[in-house]
C-alpha cells in the first residue's frame, strides 16, 4: 500500500467521518481496518474525478502497520474483505464520485470468488459497477498474463475501469500496456519528484503521456506536492492529478481539496 496527499476549499460530499458502531453494525464485530480516502481531482473542471481507498487500521494506523502483522494468506484474504468494507464507507459518506480500489492480481486469477464479493458488495449497497475503478501496482507479479487478461476484460464488461497504479516503478508496466489497455495509469511519483528541473524525467514521461494519449488511457500524475510539477504536467495536457498539494488522505472522510491559484492555462473553479 502506498503514500498518499493538503486543504483549503471545498468539501467533498458527505464529509463527516463514519463511526466505527455504524459500520461494525454491519459486520457484527469491531473492524480490524479501515479505510482512509484521497481524492483524484480534475484540475480542469475544477472538480473531483475519484477517491482512492487507502487502507488504514482501525485508529488511523498507516497500511505497514497492518500488514506487518498478516500472514500471506490473511493479506489474501483482506484483499478480498477490504474492497467491501471501503465501498461500505464510501456508501455511508454519500461519495458520488468514482472510488478506486486496489486489488491483487492473484485474487481474480486463482479464484471468481474475490472479485464477485465485490460486485455483491456494490449492488447490495446502491453503489454503480461503473463508478468502481481498480488498481494493480505495476510491481505486482502477474504469473499468468493471458488468463489475467481476459478476466479483466470480463470485469470491464460489467461496466468496471481497470488502471495500472505505480507506472514506471517496475519491469512490466510496458507489457501490461501491450497485452491489454488499461483504462488509467497513474504515474509513480518518483517520476513526478522535482520533474521540472529533470531533463531524463521529462523525456521519460512526455513518452509515457504520449502513449497513453494515443491509446485513449486516462494519464494520472500521482504523488503532486508543489505547484511547478501540477504546471509541468499540465503544460503536457495532463489534467488528473492526485497528491498532497490538492488533498491529504482524510481517516474514514472525503477531505476538502486544496485548489492552487490560477494563473493562465487550464482553469479550475474552487
Known sequence: MKRASQDRARPGRGAGRVSH????????ASPRHSYA?????DVASGSVFSYEALLRGPNNEPAGVILGTMSD???HA?????????????????????????FMPRSIIDSDAAIESTFAAAA???FPADRIVLEITETQAISDHGRFTATVNQIRARGVRVAIDDFGAGYSGLNLLANFQPDMVKLDMELVRNIPRSGPRQA???AIIQVCFDLGIDFI???VESEDEMRWFEHQGVRLFQGYLFARPAFEQLPPVTWPARTGGIAASA
Open 221 to 223: 500524475a500521482e504523488g
Open 73 to 75: 494468506a490473511e493479506i
Open 21 to 28: 458502531a455504524r459500520l461494525a453494525g454491519w459486520h457484527g
Open 124 to 126: 447490495r449497497l446502491g
Open 37 to 41: 480516502f484521497q481524492p483524484i481531482v
Open 78 to 102: 483482506l484483499d478480498e474483505t477490504g474492497r467491501q468494507r471501503a465501498l461500505e464507507l464510501a456508501s455511508a459518506l454519500g461519495m458520488e464520485a468514482r472510488l478506486n480500489l486496489n
Open 204 to 206: 521519460i514521461v512526455r
